[in-house]
């Protein structure tokens, strides 16, 4: 069965530390997604990526960056954790590219509180 | 506006009801994603369209390109169908997902 998955189902973290968020796919995916989802506001995108070492900024990036250095993992890093990024962040990944992406598969998510 | 936007938003249904959900979208899309959010955050892929109809066990997905709208069904409902139920289009040749705000669905036994 394929998976997307995320390290940590529940996270609590101070603010002003470092947090790492990892997500690891076993799909050989070229496409993967860091999305927070917030009541009200439902899922944006905060960074992708489409090949190793490549990233680029989704809708809000700010406060947080990424890493990816091996096909199947990618990494979320919040520099200085603050209370607004209290939210449920969700990895996915996907297969193709151009007209045809398929295969959206998500992973079940970290819900993080910062206090 | 929202490029996506769902209908209903909140929808309460007795068991065994045929339940149908809307999506309309405003920009030409190269895909559209129905995803299944339960409690507890994890999403699950339903379908993905480009055209047509799609049908998995109860669940029946239709799209209308010319018209900019697909819709989910759920024939003969049950309360494990209770979950988000989130629209999703794929357009021209990005491939990041751009979503609705989802529909609320609760099936009451």
């Known amino acids: 069965d394929v998976k997307v998955t995320q390290s940590s189902r529940y996270l609590v973290k101070r603010t002003g530390e470092k947090v790492f968020l990892e997500c690891v796919q076993d799909m050989d995916h070229e496409n993967m997604f860091w999305y927070r989802q917030d009541p009200g506001l439902g899922l944006r995108l905060i960074y992708f990526?489409?090949?190793?070492?490549?990233?680029e900024k989704g809708d809000i990036p700010e406060g947080y960056s990424v890493s990816r250095e091996k096909k199947e993992r990618f990494s979320l890093i919040l520099e200085s954790a603050s209370t607004n990024q209290t939210s449920m962040y969700l990895c996915a990944s996907s297969f193709g590219g151009g007209f045809y992406p398929y295969g959206y598969t998500f992973g079940s998510g970290t819900r993080l509180t910062v206090v | 506006k929202n490029e996506v936007e769902q209908s209903p938003q909140n929808l309460t249904a007795q068991e065994g009801e045929f339940i149908t959900i809307n999506c309309s979208y405003s920009?030409?899309?190269?895909?559209l994603h129905w995803l299944q959010q339960h409690p507890g955050g994890g999403i699950v892929s339903l379908f993905m369209?480009?055209?047509g109809k799609k049908k998995h066990g109860r669940l029946i997905a239709t799209i209308n390109i010319q018209e900019k709208h697909s819709s989910l069904h759920i024939t003969a409902s049950h309360p494990r169908d209770s979950a988000v139920y989130i629209c999703a289009v794929i357009s021209g040749s990005a491939r990041q997902l751009t979503f609705g705000s989802g529909t609320q669905l609760t099936v009451l036994p």
């Open positions: 920009v030409g899309i190269s895909a």
């Open positions: 990526s489409y090949d190793v070492k490549m990233k």
């Open positions: 369209l480009s055209s």
